[in-house]
C-alpha cells in the first residue's frame, strides 16, 4: 500500500506561485510513475503533469506547460509541483496520484491506483 497527503495548496493572486508537496509512505516510493491532476468545481477532474519513476522523464498538459514544474526525490518520498504565473482557472482542488504498473505517464486517473485526498488551490483575479 502506499499512501500519500499532500500540502502547499492556498489562496494567491494571479501572477503568483504555488509549491505543492506530496508525501508518500508505505511500499517502496521509487517503483512508481507519479502524477498530479485537478479539479475544479463542477468539472472533470484533469491530468496536470507526471514524472517518471527515474525523475527525468515529465509531461504537461497543455494547459500548464511552461507555467508547472514536476519533480520527485525519491530519497525523502517526495513529489513536488511548481506552479507559477498562475491563473484564476488554475483554483482546483489538486491531487497526487501513483502508478504502480508499466512506467510510462498517464493522464487518465483510472490508471493510477492510489491517490491522496487534495489540497486547494484558489487563484484571485
Known amino acids: 500500500q502506499v499512501q500519500l497527503v499532500e500540502s502547499g495548496g492556498g489562496l494567491v493572486q494571479a501572477g503568483g506561485s504555488l509549491r505543492l508537496s506530496c508525501a508518500a509512505s508505505g511500499r517502496t516510493f521509487n517503483f512508481y510513475a507519479m502524477g498530479w491532476f485537478r479539479q475544479a468545481p463542477g468539472k472533470e477532474r484533469e491530468f496536470v503533469a507526471g514524472i517518471r519513476r527515474n525523475g527525468v522523464t515529465t509531461f504537461y498538459a497543455d494547459s500548464v506547460k511552461g507555467r508547472c514544474t514536476i519533480s520527485r526525490d525519491n530519497a525523502k518520498t517526495m513529489v513536488y509541483l511548481q506552479m507559477n504565473s498562475l491563473k484564476p482557472e488554475d483554483t482546483a482542488v489538486y491531487f497526487c496520484?501513483?502508478?504502480?504498473?508499466?512506467?510510462?505517464?498517464?493522464?487518465?486517473?483510472?490508471?493510477?491506483?492510489?491517490w491522496g485526498q487534495g489540497t486547494q488551490v484558489t487563484v484571485s483575479s
Open positions: 496520484a501513483a502508478k504502480m504498473t508499466l512506467d510510462y505517464i498517464a493522464t487518465e486517473g483510472i490508471e493510477y491506483d492510489y
